[in-house]
């Protein structure tokens, strides 16, 4: 079975660009989170989908980030314009049962780097 | 604002030895407690633990939560090499109908033949 898998492993970009993640979770997973961990802090929450709904986006940092889940399937995370501060890995995890009752599952990341 | 704190930050040992990795936390809603190993990119999980006192143990990991002290160890005896990773703890928090993981820095061990 395919775990999590995210694209790109690692981008790029200059200040001011734009980029977008996406993220493949397990098949059958309704539950999809984003987390982002930049240098030397904790990873970070940033939102998590139930199916294509955001169920709680209180992580996202400001509006330079877009994330959509259509049809319930992967999800993109769009960063724009995208600033210095915004580098570090951003990781999407997905589970089959809300609460953790269940594991999450990890995707290995999308490393952005900002210049 | 809810916190993990791990300690210590990083730690080398030689293959054999035991190592016991902390984590404590302050949150609001506790629901459960997760420790995660990150070898190179994507964290596994390794424990969820959800009630004090119980041990959890896999092969030469345990782990145990005191939710009156509000913190946890993992234990790991006898290293090997291939134990060298990130060891990150999370803690679950629930605000309303949502769920989300607070995370600690992580624990970097690294062991040495």
């Known amino acids: 079975e395919a775990g999590v898998t995210q694209f790109p492993s690692h981008s790029v970009i200059e200040k001011g660009q734009t980029v977008t993640l996406r993220c493949d979770p397990i098949s059958g997973h309704d539950n999809l989170y984003w987390y982002r961990r930049v240098m030397g802090k904790e990873i970070k929450f940033l939102l998590h989908?139930?199916?294509?709904?955001?169920?709680?986006e209180s992580g996202m940092p400001n509006n330079r980030f877009l994330a959509e889940r259509t049809g319930g399937t992967y999800s993109t995370l769009k960063v724009q314009p995208a600033e210095l501060e915004d580098s570090g890995v951003y990781f999407c995890?997905?589970?089959?049962?809300?609460?953790?009752?269940?594991?999450?599952?990890f995707g290995e990341g999308s490393r952005l780097t900002v210049l | 604002e809810d916190k993990v704190v791990q300690s210590p930050l990083s730690l080398v040992v030689h293959e054999g030895d035991t190592v016991t990795l902390n984590c404590s936390y302050e949150v609001t809603n506790f629901r459960s407690l997760l420790w995660y190993k990150q070898e190179k990119k994507a964290p596994t999980f390794l424990f969820m633990l959800t009630s004090s006192g119980i041990e959890k143990k896999s092969g030469r990991l345990s782990s145990i939560l005191d939710k009156k002290e509000l913190f946890s160890i993992l234990n790991i005896t006898a290293t090997q090499t291939g134990d060298s990773a990130i060891y990150l703890c999370?803690?679950?928090?629930?605000?309303?109908?949502?769920?989300?993981?607070?995370f600690g820095k992580g624990t970097l061990l690294t062991v040495n033949p």
């Open positions: 999370a803690v679950e928090v629930r605000g309303g109908s949502n769920y989300k993981l607070t």
């Open positions: 995890a997905s589970s089959q049962d809300e609460g953790l009752t269940g594991e999450l599952f």
């Open positions: 989908f139930v199916k294509e709904s955001k169920q709680d």
